[in-house]
Nanobody, 125 residues
Framework: QVQLTEFGGGLVQAGGSLRLSCAASGNIVGLNAMGWYRQGLGNQRDLVAAISRGGTTMYSDSVKGRFTITRDNAKTTVYLQMDSLKPEDTDVYYC???????????????????WGQGTQVTVTS
């Protein structure tokens, strides 16, 4: 089992910034792609950003140029720096990870193995 502990989130005005972090623990052998999804009430959970173990990144079109995903040297913690936030970024954000596979396969996070508990991000206009 892998446990994902999320930090960050909160309330911010439009144009502001927030930083999310997610630390993986437990049976993290083979920990590969990590990233973030978000989900609004009644909506599907959408991939926001992902980073492979090798450092390759991918972003949804809606956040490209505003959000930056990074990973620590130990490869067990992932960060999401969110700048120029908009009200439409308001959602619950979920950390996700994929175990195993090719080390640079960032697209593997489209099928995560584990999820965090979610953290609320609210952007006011």
């Amino acid at each position: 089992q892998v446990q994902l502990t999320e930090f960050g989130g909160g309330l911010v005005q439009a144009g502001g910034s927030l930083r999310l972090s997610c630390a993986a623990s437990g049976n993290i052998v083979g920990l590969n792609a990590m990233g973030w999804y978000r989900q609004g009430l009644g909506n599907q959970r959408d991939l926001v950003a992902a980073i492979s173990r090798g450092g390759t990144t991918m972003y949804s079109d809606s956040v490209k140029g505003r959000f930056t995903i990074t990973r620590d040297n130990a490869k067990t913690t992932v960060y999401l720096q969110m700048d120029s936030l908009k009200p439409e970024d308001t959602d619950v954000y979920y950390c996700a990870v994929r175990i195993g596979g090719f080390p640079d396969n960032v697209a593997a996070l489209t099928d995560p193995d584990y999820w965090g508990q979610g953290t609320q991000v609210t952007v006011t206009s």
